[in-house]
């Protein structure tokens, strides 16, 4: 049986603040993160592997940080947030960390940033691209979406839950280029990542 991969972001542990900010229904930041924890564990079991897409706590407890951190399940890889500090990016023990990621799970090829992406290698293939950030604020399309806790209750998701989400979404259209609505050729499963190159064989060398 294969790893299961799940994505998250933005789950700022330790800031008081972001209840306020995002009007995440809780009391205090000692709920809110026990809260997130518990719909974490529920979500991942310990040998899922989850990505991070940056903001995982906010500056102050690095002690609270550490503990929440070792509290979670899965093997967890950090994309790095704006509000991603040193203690974080080098002191967790994280599986690995990248300001961006270009993976392939079930056969299908994934960007992965904090930051949206208005385009990115290889869309008109297909290419999904997943981010945080915008805490909802920002319209995905049927290729890219927040993946962060405030658009999918305040936990983990797979990749399935993001394509049932994406096929909610509008499709995405070139009106700079052609006005063309496409639909992307899907890569077919299994793939090897060691096939990718440069070009992605689209005409976007991006």
Same mark, same amino acid.
């Given at each position: 049986?294969?790893?299961?991969? *799940? +994505? ?9 603040? @972001? ?24 979500? /991942?079991?310990?040998? =899922? /592997? ?18 929440? +951190? ?7 890889? *950090?994309?790095?947030?704006?509000? =991603? ?6 002191? #967790?023990?994280?599986?690995? /960390? ?11 090829? *994934? @960007? #992965? !940033? ?12 297909? /290419?999904?691209? *997943? ?6 604020? #920002? ?10 806790? =405030?658009? +999918?209750?305040?936990? &983990?998701?797979?990749?399935?839950? @993001? ?10 259209? +070139? !009106?700079?280029?052609? =006005?063309?609505?496409?639909? &992307?050729?899907?890569? &077919?499963? &299994? ?14 060398? #991006?």
């Amino acid at each position: 049986m294969s790893q299961r991969v *799940l +994505f998250t972001a933005d789950t700022h542990f330790g800031h008081q603040n @972001i209840i306020r900010f995002c009007n995440r229904p809780f009391r205090d930041i000692d709920e809110h993160d026990e809260v997130l924890i518990a719909n974490w564990n529920a979500a /991942v079991q310990p040998g =899922d /592997v989850v990505w991070h897409l940056g903001d995982f706590g906010y500056r102050g407890d690095n002690a609270r940080l550490a503990k929440n +951190f070792d509290r979670l399940n899965g093997v967890k890889n *950090l994309i790095i947030g704006n509000h =991603d500090r040193p203690f974080v990016r080098e002191k #967790l023990p994280w599986n690995s /960390v990248e300001h961006m990621a270009d993976i392939v799970v079930d056969g299908r090829r *994934l @960007i #992965l !940033s904090h930051y949206a992406m208005r385009v990115w290698p290889a869309m008109r293939r297909g /290419v999904y691209m *997943l981010f945080g950030h915008s805490h909802t604020n #920002l319209a995905g399309n049927a290729q890219s979406c927040d993946v962060g806790v =405030d658009a +999918f209750q305040y936990r &983990p998701v797979t990749l399935d839950e @993001i394509r049932a989400h994406l096929d909610t979404l509008p499709p995405i259209t +070139f !009106s700079d280029r052609d =006005d063309e609505v496409f639909e &992307p050729e899907v890569i &077919p499963a &299994p793939i090897d990542p060691n096939e990718l190159d440069s070009d992605h064989g689209d005409g976007w060398k #991006l």
